[in-house]
């Protein structure tokens, strides 16, 4: 098996695919290949994957190379860390039975990942699960009780421009299945017409579609500048201590921003600046919601998850419910909208249908006797 392209090479997958071409060969360092980062890659359609890391590491069961798998992709894991610094930008890569060569210079001898690999792994992975969820469940509840701040009123929430009281609040996170939730609720968003708070890449996410952010909210290190520029209001999320990993672009770019200092994550304090500003309902898109979800971002708990849902519970919906639940009102526009439309063919079938030309000539001819006779008779 033999294949041979551009190479592309980046530490941090999210970075990698947003220069990354049909065809090329994208070489990474990922540990563990995450659902979002199979489904980005796969976007871009690459030739072959090289993994300086293990893609299943065997913690827990991790989705992205199955899915890669799926979508043709070939996969070759060759992990070991120096690996990754032998390659150049922009080197044509060969891989061929396995060896793996960067401008003709041995790399060294990868795995492919196979679907019997893969099983094999995933199974092996499965097998552990037991063991990551006493220590995920430990380390949650470790983290509430450090984050309980999230629910009893002491964060300093900043105030917002946008008026989102007793409006709905569509809170967007480039996460899992975020484009089909887009899709299914397209109805909703263009009838409700509710605020749209991008969570960091969520923001860019919302401008696929075709919205413009009212709100972008996160770290900064995700979304990109035109984006930021087109949003009404930007929201840096800090660490509790004031200090934010994003202060340094948004200074440098000249972006206006506040400052939310808070744990847990970008998302977490999305929802809770609808929630304490009155929203009426909170719908997510891509959020987290289970274990493996958290897994595969790196989290080993999901506190400030936990607790920002225990509190703002009662307004948030899954963006899945929404679709089912929501069903787009029909107005009396639409239905005289359609019975001109119905009309249309059946007024150019007797405009050109020879008997209809008779049958209006007649009418013509009865209206005109009709005329005559009366001007007789008075």
């Not at 493996?292 to 509190?311: C, N, P, Q, Y």
Request: charged share 30%; aromatic share 6%.
């Amino acid at each position: 098996m033999l294949i041979e392209s551009i190479g592309k090479k980046d530490r941090k997958t999210k970075n990698l695919v947003k220069r990354l071409k049909p065809g090329e060969i994208a070489v990474i360092r990922h540990e563990d290949i995450d659902e979002v980062a199979a489904m980005s890659l796969v976007e871009r359609k690459p030739r072959a994957i090289i993994n300086t890391s293990s893609s299943i590491s065997g913690k827990y069961p991790n989705r992205g190379p199955d899915i890669l798998l799926r979508a043709g992709i070939t996969m070759i894991d060759i992990n070991e860390e120096e690996a990754f610094d032998l390659f150049n930008e922009n080197s044509i890569i060969r891989i061929e039975d396995g060896e793996i060569f960067s401008n003709n210079i041995y790399i060294g001898r990868g795995k492919y990942l196979t679907e019997e690999v893969i099983r094999f792994k995933t199974e092996g992975a499965k097998r552990n699960l037991e063991n990551i969820l006493d220590d995920f469940i430990d380390n949650t509840l470790d983290y509430a009780k450090r984050e309980k701040s999230l629910i009893l009123d002491k964060l300093k929430i900043p105030d917002s421009d946008i008026d989102i009281k007793n409006k709905h609040v569509l809170v967007v996170v480039r996460g899992k299945d975020y484009k089909k939730d887009l899709l299914a609720i397209r109805s909703y968003i263009e009838d409700v017409k509710p605020i749209l708070i991008g969570v960091d890449g969520g923001g860019d996410a919302l401008m696929e579609f075709g919205y413009t952010p009212h709100i972008v909210i996160g770290d900064m290190d995700s979304v990109s500048d035109s984006c930021l520029k087109s949003s009404r209001e930007l929201i840096l999320h800090a660490y509790t201590d004031g200090r934010a990993p994003g202060i340094r672009r948004m200074k440098e770019q000249g972006f206006k921003y506040k400052l939310f200092p808070s744990p847990g994550t970008s998302e977490d304090i999305a929802m809770l600046l609808a929630y304490e500003k009155g929203a009426d309902v909170i719908v997510a898109v891509g959020t987290h919601t289970n274990m493996i979800d958290f897994l595969e971002k790196g989290r080993r708990g999901m506190a400030s998850t936990f607790l920002v849902r225990l509190k703002v519970g009662s307004k948030l919906i899954d963006a899945k419910g929404v679709n089912k639940l929501y069903k787009e009102r029909i107005k009396p526009i639409h239905l005289l909208s359609v019975f001109a439309a119905s009309l249309i063919p059946v007024i150019i079938v007797m405009l050109f249908s020879p008997l209809s030309s008779h049958l209006i000539k007649l009418l013509q001819i009865r209206f005109k006797l009709l005329y005559e006779l009366k001007g007789i008779l008075w």
